[in-house]
């Protein structure tokens, strides 16, 4: 006998994604992909100003780039973590290596990913990282 279990997920025009990264070029491109998916997206050019964006707006995940200038990747993590514990974060990085994806991971990081980012791979990654209810 097969059993089918409905899993409830609002529509992606409702969920909020968060991308944190100093590289415009880049934030855009990202939110131009995420936005043909149908999430809704807000951006920060800045840890420190991410931090008191998720203050007014109500995100679902986060994905923050490593090296900014101020509160860096992994920073934000913390905060994030400290403050908004049920919130996934994804960190993205062109400057990379095994010992800081483990140091990513370690801060609460759902998932980390080198620059270039494979884009089938970055959504598979916010799928899974949003809850059921999300």
Do not use: W
């Amino acid at each position: 006998m097969v059993e089918i279990h409905a899993i409830y997920r609002l529509p992606m025009a409702e969920i909020k994604i968060l991308i944190v990264d100093d590289d415009r070029e880049f934030c855009s491109m990202l939110e131009d992909v995420l936005g043909l998916k149908g999430y809704v997206v807000c951006k920060s050019f800045s840890g420190s100003d991410a931090i008191k964006l998720l203050e007014k707006e109500n995100v679902n995940l986060v994905i923050t780039d490593k090296n900014m200038p101020g509160l860096g990747g992994v920073d934000v993590i913390l905060k994030i973590k400290e403050t908004y514990p049920k919130i996934p974060v994804i960190i993205t990085t062109a400057f990379g290596d095994k010992k800081f994806k483990e140091e990513s991971l370690r801060a609460g990081a759902f998932q980390y990913f080198s620059k270039p980012v494979k884009m089938a791979s970055l959504l598979e990654a916010i799928d899974k990282a949003l809850p059921a209810n999300s």
